[in-house]
């Protein structure tokens, strides 16, 4: 089992960044890929971005490519999403997830493929 705790949302002004954390605890966290999905009010949970196991492979939704990095700190068990020149539209609950890491090169990019998911936190971007 894994668990994951995501902290680092708010509400923030158009243009302005954030930086999400998700702690994982459980088994080995550097064996595991990291995602964050993220779901608005009315909507189907998507794709942000994911890197792989050890962290040299990342790979972004075409809507905040360029805008938002994730990064990992294995030996603090952490990945981050660093979120910067953000648009209302980004407003969303996110949530990070984990899947093991059979490939290192291969983009988990569905839902479908994560086996562990945070409780989220909540992004509010104001216009």
């Known amino acids: 089992q894994v668990q994951l705790v995501e902290t680092g949302g708010g509400l923030v002004q158009a243009g302005g960044s954030l930086r999400l954390s998700c702690a994982a605890s459980?088994?080995?966290?550097?064996?595991?890929?990291m995602g964050w999905f993220r779901q608005a009010p009315g909507k189907e949970r998507e794709f942000v971005a994911t890197?792989?196991?050890?962290?040299?492979?990342?790979y972004y939704a075409d809507s905040v490519k360029g805008r938002f990095t994730i990064s990992r700190d294995n030996a603090k068990n952490t990945v981050y999403l660093q979120m910067n020149s953000l648009k209302p539209e980004d407003t969303a609950v996110y949530y990070c997830?984990?899947?093991?890491?059979?490939?290192?090169?291969?983009?988990?990019?569905?839902?479908?493929?994560?086996?562990?998911w945070g409780q989220g936190t909540q992004v509010t971007v104001s216009s």
């Open positions: 459980g088994r080995t966290f550097s064996i595991y890929a």
């Open positions: 890197i792989s196991a050890r962290g040299g492979n990342t």
């Open positions: 997830a984990a899947t093991r890491d059979y490939s290192g090169s291969y983009y988990y990019t569905t839902t479908k493929e994560y086996d562990y």
